[in-house]
């Protein structure tokens, strides 16, 4: 708290009169006057805060009214568990290689929140690489390997295994274990101390420069390939898989503002699957380069990750931040 001085402004006349009362009180003995007491200091005014603009997401950079709790849900994606349920509502879809070359989705809410989301599937060793950069999300799957599963019921994350909380429940029209569904809205009240969504690294705005006009982009795995095609009408990527569309139980064709197929180091898992196989590790800590699609245009870009706590940052081949279009983004770990 700053303290001033307060100063007083004398006059002729008050130099005279003080000059004769001083006169006199050396005349007349007496008590000396109370000296004056200290000047009170001026309150410090409070600091003001201006917003910078509306409040966005952090993962789509969309507006929203609050920054709402980490969902992550290990979604399946093999044949029989298409059409999924609640991905169009997803802020972020990570695509990641399983083993027997099928794909697997970890699948981002936090803007928006389905009522309901399935096939719920098992986790594998890199969805905790991948869930750090979220803080203590929460993570609801249907179990794992044994002893992996000790590794995720004690990772950082506000554990939502299908054995243990409520929420779940079997759609007995389709085939088992690809049956599995999960009410959102219980998933989280079962998610105590969960984060909310905060920065992982993504920028939102307009177009850097160095972009090339690009109409489709493709990635595969061994057993399961992903098409990415622009459409100008919807201002989307629109998702086909295996050579099909990418529909969803709600209607529209699964579709993404941004896509990125992030190059990385693909090893292998420590923890069997059955029968006897040791999974994909895809990494998500390190760096490497990237293919960017946005706003009908592709982008070589580089990404980075240092640690696990940290979130990634993309960067145009000339250094400057690789911003993504407002809305859902998918990102693709393929390796290198």
């Known amino acids: 708290m700053k303290w001033t001085r307060t100063t007083t402004v004398v006059t002729a ?4 009169a003080a000059a004769g009362l ?55 994606n093999i044949v029989l568990a298409r059409p999924q349920t609640g991905l169009t509502q997803a802020d972020i879809v990570y695509v990641l290689p399983v083993e027997g070359g099928l794909s697997r989705f970890m699948a981002i809410f936090s803007s928006h929140l389905p009522r309901v989301i399935g096939p719920v599937r098992s ?18 799957y249907s179990g794992a390997q044994p002893q992996l599963l000790k590794v995720v019921e004690h990772a950082r994350t ?26 959102t809205t219980q998933l989280l009240a079962e998610a105590k101390g969960a984060s909310k969504a905060h920065n992982i690294g993504f920028r939102f705005g307009h177009a850097p420069a160095g972009g090339r006009a690009r109409a489709s982009a493709s990635v ?32 529209p064709q699964l579709s993404a503002a941004t896509v990125v197929i992030q ?3 693909v090893s292998t898992s420590r923890f069997l699957e059955w029968p006897g196989i040791r999974p994909p590790f895809a990494r998500s800590i ?29 960067t145009t081949d000339s250094g400057q931040p690789m911003t993504f279009a407002r809305g859902p983004v998918w990102v693709v770990l393929a390796p290198r």
């Open 220 to 251: 595969s795995y061994d057993a399961a390939s992903f098409r990415f095609t622009w459409s100008r009408s919807k201002g989307r990527w629109l998702v086909w898989m295996d050579g099909q569309r990418g529909t969803s139980t709600e209607g």
């Open 286 to 314: 390190g760096s490497g380069s990237a293919l960017v699609l946005r706003d009908g245009e592709a982008y070589h870009a580089r990404w980075s990750r240092p640690h696990g706590r940290d979130g990634t940052t993309f």
């Open 123 to 140: 986790s594998r060793e890199d969805d905790l690489q991948l869930l750090r950069q979220f803080g203590r999300p929460a993570f609801a």
């Open 22 to 76: 001083t006169a006199g009180l050396l005349l007349i003995p007496g008590p000396r006057p109370a000296p004056p007491p200290p000047p009170r200091p001026t309150p410090t005014a409070k600091p003001v805060h201006k917003s910078d603009g509306p409040l966005r997401s952090p993962f789509t950079g969309e507006r929203v009214k609050k920054l709402s709790t980490v969902l992550a849900v290990k979604i399946d």
């Open 158 to 183: 506000a554990d939502l295994y299908a054995g243990r909380v409520g929420g779940y429940f079997r759609d007995n029209s389709r085939i088992a274990p690809y049956n599995l569904y999960a009410h």
């Open 13 to 16: 006349s008050s130099v005279v």
């Open 263 to 265: 190059h990385t180091i």
